[in-house]
């Protein structure tokens, strides 16, 4: 489900990745807009899942929030981003089944 990646993802990168999936979809949105950090392999690959992970949540919460269900989800979701972005800052990369492969699939990771 999870890979290690490389020796030269730095400590800075694995915080970015890791705050990415905890406050997605803002942190996403202003790292694409770093200069510097945007165009790191790791950063980029976790950055993208994280923005699409985030959108797909606040979508769904917004049509859902309606019901109890609605919140049951937006829960459930922030407790996996949670272990996403542990698994981000250990170094591993994260493999998020329907939206890894998407994101793979348009070329932003």
Known sequence: MSEQVSADVSSDDRLWAALAYVFSPIIPIVI???????????IRSHNAQALVWGILMLVSWTFLSWIIVGACIGFVG??????????????????IPVVSDFVRNQGWA
């Open 78 to 95: 922030f407790l996996i981003q949670l272990y996403w972005a542990y698994k981000a800052y250990s170094g591993e990369m994260v493999n």
């Open 32 to 42: 694409m807009l770093m200069e510097d950090k945007k165009d790191r392999p790791f």
